[in-house]
Nanobody, 127 residues
Framework: EVQLVESGGGLVQAGGSLRLSCAAS????????IGWFRQAPGKEREGVAA????????QYADSVKGRFTISKDSTKNMVYLQMNGLKPEDTAVYYC????????????????????WGRGTQVTVSS
């Protein structure tokens, strides 16, 4: 069974940092493209960051460029989202998602492209 479990969320002041983790089980992330998404109350889910299967291509939403970094550790089967310079508008539930793919250098940016999802972790940024 494929499972994704996010952790690392919490309450932080504006300007602070958090590192989200996504633990994968039931498969190897070496065979997948990975994405981080977020959903704020009353808003649609939006893509935040994505990394290709080969980890050679990454993509970020304009709103987080220069502040967030996506990475993965295949030895631990973990995916991370380092978030610096947090703003109140970053407040949301953050989800990691995975899609099996044979393509090593393609990122998936649409939520409809992902097959598996975690349950999310809450990030709250106070002003």
């Amino acid at each position: 069974e494929v499972q994704l479990v996010e952790s690392g969320g919490g309450l932080v002041q504006a300007g602070g940092s958090l590192r989200l983790s996504c633990a994968a089980s039931g498969f190897t992330i070496d065979n997948a493209a990975i994405g981080w998404f977020r959903q704020a109350p009353g808003k649609e889910r939006e893509g935040v960051a994505a990394i290709s299967r080969g980890a050679d291509v990454v993509q970020y939403a304009d709103s987080v460029k220069g502040r967030f970094t996506i990475s993965k550790d295949s030895t631990k089967n973990m995916v991370y989202l380092q978030m610096n310079g947090l703003k109140p508008e970053d407040t949301a539930v953050y989800y990691c998602a995975l899609e099996y793919t044979i393509y090593t250098s393609i990122v998936r940016t649409s939520s409809s492209e992902y097959d598996y999802w975690g349950r999310g972790t809450q990030v709250t940024v106070s002003s």
